[in-house]
């Protein structure tokens, strides 16, 4: 799909008269462990079949008296017509829903957008002189402007970057000392914006099923500790389900069962050290109360929000030694309050080579920030961080790297389509890192946002609970 020459702010699909249904078993009764297969046909007000894909689409799966939920996949044919399949993985009678999550013309909106400004959004450098006046110049991928440019390329560790100067004179490179973002929505007409809120995450239809059978379906024997990472990259939805719930992964089983000393037995004396955006900031704080440490800023959860200083975590009890640190990756990277200045946001290329325990646990993250811009500047940042790890497991061989996914959310004002990037994304990591892909863990976090139906861009503690004890049975 050619989303750059669509038509774009102008709807194809009218729901309404769009088609869903199952296919191989008109019955609508499976048995625990089948595959359940639907077809969807999208329409227009005529009631004609759309001709060209490129619509996104998501199909899920829940029963809410059995907490139970998990997430399926929808197979694009290019004809207005989609696949969506999806596992019966309990006993019970669950509604199957699809949905539309961004229409083709969405995306070409946002591709369009890229195309033309470079960014979706702007990041403004604040410059401070020696006579302590501040002005604010433009931050992007791009030169954007001919006037005052300061390359920042090598500050941020060979990933393009670069800032004009304040237009009042008196600046230099050098008196760039901290980012804001720009909050100003990007400049969509008032009928795209209109079509961008009225068109995203609509239910095209539910569907409810029968399975019988077993309670649940098998689960894995091997140990998630043991296996080769290789096989956290080689496996599509559903990668795990909910089930009382608990989530449950279907890759593997957790060698020891969550609890507080038990975990504590298996960290040890061992480092965690996580770099990326507030969504990773968070997972500081769920791995702060689930492990009972103290943090290093005296700040409540709320008011770590948009704090993008690094932040420590340690064991209250020294003999146990933990600690887990907290940094923001490089630029492009969206801070909306000054509280950090520009040599907090660094990559894993920094992060990696100031790490010195022999064991430590390494979680990188690139999503939500680098989505705002072309998935040229997602390719060199990805490269940049596997050069690095390579590096890194060269001097420590004992370390254990994951690689967190992106998740799935549906608050999003801001015009960016994340299951296209999602889609981008994931195609592009699983490339590059396709040669080393037995050293790293890919952590999925796709299919437990989905068949959660998660809304938010910063997932709830009860949503980023069972994502921190995942992470934590691949090394306990």
Not at 206 to 230: A, F, R, W, Y
Request: one cysteine or more; proline letters at 4%; hydrophobic letters at 35%.
């Amino acid at each position: 799909m050619k989303y750059k020459s669509l038509d774009f702010g102008k709807s194809l699909v009218y729901l309404p008269k769009s088609t869903v249904e199952i296919i191989y078993n008109k019955s609508a009764t499976f048995t625990t462990g089948d595959i359940i297969t639907l077809r969807i046909i999208l329409h227009n007000k005529n009631g004609d079949v759309l001709t060209d894909g490129g619509d996104f689409i998501n199909i899920w799966m829940s029963e809410k008296g059995k907490g139970a939920s998990s997430a399926g996949y929808v197979v694009d044919h290019g004809n207005g017509t989609y696949i969506g399949v999806i596992k019966a993985l309990w006993r019970g009678s669950p509604n199957i829903k699809i949905a539309m999550s961004f229409q083709k013309e969405s995306i070409g909106l946002f591709v369009n957008y890229l195309y033309k400004y470079g960014m979706l959004r702007t990041l403004k450098g604040v410059f401070k002189n020696a006579r302590g006046e501040t002005g604010k110049g433009i931050c992007g991928i791009h030169t954007l402007t001919k006037h005052g440019i300061c390359d920042f390329t090598s500050m941020n560790y060979g990933m393009r970057w670069f800032c004009s100067l304040p237009d009042k004179p008196g600046f230099t490179c050098s008196d760039w000392y901290a980012p804001i973002g720009d909050m100003t929505v990007p400049t969509f007409t008032k009928s795209q914006k209109q079509f961008l809120s009225s068109t995203r995450y609509k239910i095209i239809k539910e569907i409810k099923v029968d399975v019988l059978g077993d309670k649940t379906i098998g689960h894995p024997e091997h140990s998630c500790s043991l296996i080769n990472p290789s096989v956290t990259w080689n496996i599509s939805s559903p990668v795990g389900y909910f089930y009382n719930k608990t989530w449950h992964n279907l890759l593997c089983q957790k060698k020891v069962e969550p609890s507080f000393n038990r975990y504590l037995a298996c960290l040890r004396n061992r480092e965690i050290y996580m770099v990326g955006d507030s969504t990773v900031r968070e997972w500081l704080l769920s791995i702060v109360d689930i492990l009972n440490l103290a943090l290093s800023v005296k700040r409540t959860s709320d008011a770590l929000k948009g704090y993008h200083q690094p932040i420590k975590a340690f064991s209250k009890n020294k003999r146990d030694n933990i600690t887990v640190t907290w940094a923001a990756h490089e630029f492009p990277f969206f801070t909306y309050s000054r509280n950090a200045t520009i040599h907090h946001f660094k990559p894993a290329s920094y992060h990696l080579n100031v790490i010195r325990s022999k064991n430590p646990i390494v979680v990188l993250h690139l999503y939500i920030h680098i989505g705002y811009a072309p998935l040229s500047v997602y390719e060199e940042h990805v490269m940049n961080a596997k050069d690095a790890i390579n590096k890194f497991l060269d001097r420590v061989p004992g370390a254990k790297i994951f690689i967190k996914g992106p998740h799935y959310f549906e608050h999003n004002n801001e015009g960016v389509p994340y299951d296209f990037v999602r889609f981008l994304q994931d195609k592009m990591i699983f490339k590059i890192f396709d040669n080393i892909k037995h050293k790293v863990v890919y952590l999925n976090e796709w299919d437990i946002t989905v068949s959660s139906e998660n809304k938010d861009m910063h997932p709830s503690y009860d949503l980023r609970k069972p994502m921190i004890h995942e992470l934590l049975s691949y090394i306990c």
